[in-house]
């Protein structure tokens, strides 16, 4: 098993930044991919990012492309999800996923920060 644990969320103004870790521990040496996911009060959940915990690049949905960064530190097992220039429509709870393989996507789910950004 996986355990992931996010932190970072909070309240911030339109235009402003915040950084989400997510530690991960256990048998983090099963981790095939991480990534991000965020559900809004009364929308569907959303994918934000993820990419491989082995690799560097990654890939994201199009509501954050060119706004938020996802990067890893290996070292730490932890994975950081930088959100620029935040709107009010990111407001959601956020997630840190993880899989041991495409074959069982985002099997592991953190319990969630929420991000608030007021306008």
């Known amino acids: 098993q996986v355990q992931l644990e996010e932190s970072g969320g909070g309240l911030v103004q339109a235009g402003e930044s915040l950084r989400l870790s997510c530690a991960a521990s256990?048998?983090?040496?099963?981790?095939?991919?991480m990534g991000w996911f965020r559900q809004a009060p009364g929308k569907e959940r959303e994918f934000v990012a993820a990419?491989?915990?082995?690799?560097?690049?990654?890939y994201y949905g199009d509501s954050v492309k060119g706004r938020f960064t996802m990067s890893r530190d290996n070292a730490k097992n932890t994975l950081y999800l930088q959100m620029n220039s935040l709107q009010p429509e990111d407001t959601a709870v956020y997630y840190c996923?993880?899989?041991?393989?495409?074959?069982?996507?985002?099997?592991?789910w953190g319990q969630g920060t929420q991000v608030t950004v007021s306008s």
């Open positions: 996923v993880a899989d041991p393989s495409s074959s069982d996507p985002w099997r592991y």
């Open positions: 256990g048998r983090t040496f099963t981790i095939y991919r």
């Open positions: 990419g491989r915990w082995s690799g560097s690049s990654a």
